[in-house]
């Protein structure tokens, strides 16, 4: 079974500047894809970025990025230019090889993010 | 992106009460469907697997007479929760996705927040 940590249950950070959420995940498979899900106070989950396992370049998003460390099963997010909007719950999450159970998804226990103006 | 539409957004009913809630993919099909639980604060912790045609897959621990689920076609599950207490009090969200694979992006509905008094 695949497991999700992320070790930070909360952080702020002020408006303008970047922020780095942790994840480490365990798995035993070798092909595999690891998503950053933002769930606001409306509690609407949201993909923010998507990585995947066989792909070395880390996958970027307009101010959203990661750093994708497979070896050590790492997976962390980075938003830049922190805005008001950001706040929220963020998840790590992984998700098996296509095939095997849809698209089915393990999540992290959420790290929450405050922006402060 | 696609749409997934759940419904209530919100229910109280009392102890002892069924509770029906709908899952719908408005713009393609999903012949698997999932269904979260989330308590405050915490994370989404998956339930069920739903499967059209066929019988679900329930996560241990999650006693399949209690929560009943149902993907009678492509475009709908549901779940109801039979004879309800306040413990079953929470958070419900379900996913589903065009397809398999990280290309098609695991869609989320809107959830129900269930309150039993």
């Known amino acids: 079974a695949q497991t999700v940590t992320q070790s930070q249950p909360e952080m702020s950070v002020q408006e303008a500047e970047t922020v780095t959420l942790s994840c480490t995940y365990d798995?035993?498979?070798?092909?595999?894809?690891l998503f950053w899900y933002k769930q606001p106070p409306s509690r609407q989950m949201i993909l923010v970025i998507r990585q995947e396992a066989y792909k070395q370049q880390n996958a970027t998003e307009n101010r959203f990025s990661v750093n994708f460390q497979k070896a050590a099963k790492s997976f962390s997010l980075k938003i830049s230019d922190s805005q008001l909007g950001d706040t929220a719950m963020y998840f790590c999450a992984f998700m098996k090889p296509p095939g095997g159970a849809g698209n089915m998804l393990t999540f992290g226990g959420g790290t929450r993010l405050m922006v402060k103006p | 992106g696609a749409v997934v539409s759940q419904h209530p957004s919100w229910v109280i009913c009392k102890s002892g009460t069924s509770v029906k809630i709908e899952c719908r993919s408005l713009?393609?099909?999903?012949?698997?469907m999932f269904w979260y639980r989330q308590f405050p604060k915490q994370s989404l912790m998956l339930m069920a697997t739903s499967n059209e045609g066929s019988k679900a897959t329930y996560e241990q621990g999650v006693e399949k007479d209690k929560f009943l689920i149902n993907h009678a076609s492509l475009t709908l599950s549901t779940l109801t929760v039979t004879s309800a207490h306040p413990e079953d009090s929470s958070f419900y969200i379900c996913s589903a996705s065009p397809g398999t694979g990280v290309n098609t992006e695991a869609f989320f509905g809107q959830g129900t927040r269930l309150t039993v008094v």
């Open positions: 798995t035993s498979e070798s092909n595999y894809y």
């Open positions: 713009d393609f099909q999903a012949t698997t």
